[in-house]
């Protein structure tokens, strides 16, 4: 992956080095994070690794976040770079599909970076979050010791796998202006855990097509690889729910309880995005045959 010829973002705060003073565990709002949490897992099947290192017990704790400590200068390093690299990569190309596509202004979200705990307007968050978007105040949390495990377990076939995390919450984000967001998290409100869930499979589903949006654009000007498109293949694979339940110690598959969708819906719509580059694909709410 060509990431050292994408445009860096000036859209990052990085905040390594900081307090946030808070030992209480994310208290985020209709699950927010999830996506984070599927890509710590895919450090354990796709790398070989144990993902409980990465994961902790998440609380639903809803405490008010503790005051933001001093926040020491920016570092800057491989990691730092590859973030704003990709994410000015996702503001180029949203930027354009949005004026040609929708007719519309792409307003890019913040993207923060966090080493052991941050505070967002969702919550607190510790390490083993992940990366995470928070609808509130439109940022995108990226902790960098989930990031730095994955380099020192996998090397550089890791960037892809981290590109699409970041790809992914971005497309949260495409949903939180789009008002899909708002649209969820209001029907959930009324509907049973059986539909609730469902209408988080198709949102996790459109941020999967979307990541393979702005996959199409990056294969387009020949900054990924048919490696990386494999391998990007293959992790979709890993990450569906059904995958996951056989892999877990009582291997039932319960498809009510599917949040994310199952192994073949992730492949079809990662892929479905990567090879059109229409946001117009990825209307997972109004289809029947996910």
Not at 55 to 72: D, H, I, R, T, W
Not at 132 to 138: S, V
Request: aromatic share 8%; proline share 3%; with cysteine.
């Amino acid at each position: 992956m060509k990431w050292d010829e994408m445009r860096e973002s000036d859209n990052v705060e990085d905040e390594r080095g900081g307090s946030s003073g808070s030992n209480s565990s994310m208290g985020m709002l209709g699950g927010l994070g999830a996506g984070g949490i599927a890509i710590a897992i895919v450090a354990g099947l796709v790398f070989k690794v144990d993902p409980t290192q990465l994961l902790g017990f998440l609380s639903g704790s809803k405490n008010a976040p503790a005051p933001q400590g001093l926040v020491k200068q920016p570092i800057k390093d491989r990691d730092s770079a590859f973030v704003k690299s990709v994410l000015g990569d996702t503001e180029d190309t949203w930027g354009k599909i949005f004026k040609q596509q929708l007719q519309t202004t792409y307003q890019p979200p913040k993207l923060v970076l966090f080493d052991g705990s941050v505070n967002s307007a969702c919550g607190s968050a510790k390490t083993s979050a992940g990366p995470f978007y928070c609808p509130a105040d439109k940022k995108v949390y990226l902790d960098m010791g989930f990031f730095k495990y994955l380099e020192a377990t996998a090397g550089n076939d890791a960037d892809f796998a981290r590109a699409y995390a970041i790809a992914h919450e971005v497309g949260h984000h495409i949903q939180n202006l789009r008002g899909t967001s708002s649209m969820v998290r209001q029907l959930k409100s009324s509907s049973s855990k059986v539909k609730a869930n469902e209408l988080s499979v198709r949102q996790e589903l459109q941020a999967d097509c979307y990541a393979g949006i702005w996959g199409h654009s990056t294969a387009q000007r020949g900054l990924i690889t048919d490696k990386d498109v494999t391998k990007a293949l293959d992790t979709a694979t890993q990450i569906g729910d059904d995958y996951l339940q056989r892999q877990s110690k009582s291997g039932h598959v319960v498809p009510e309880s599917f949040t994310h969708g199952t192994s073949q819906q992730r492949v079809t719509w990662f892929k479905r995005g990567l090879d059109s580059g229409n946001i117009n694909q990825c209307d997972t709410f109004n289809t029947n045959q996910l």
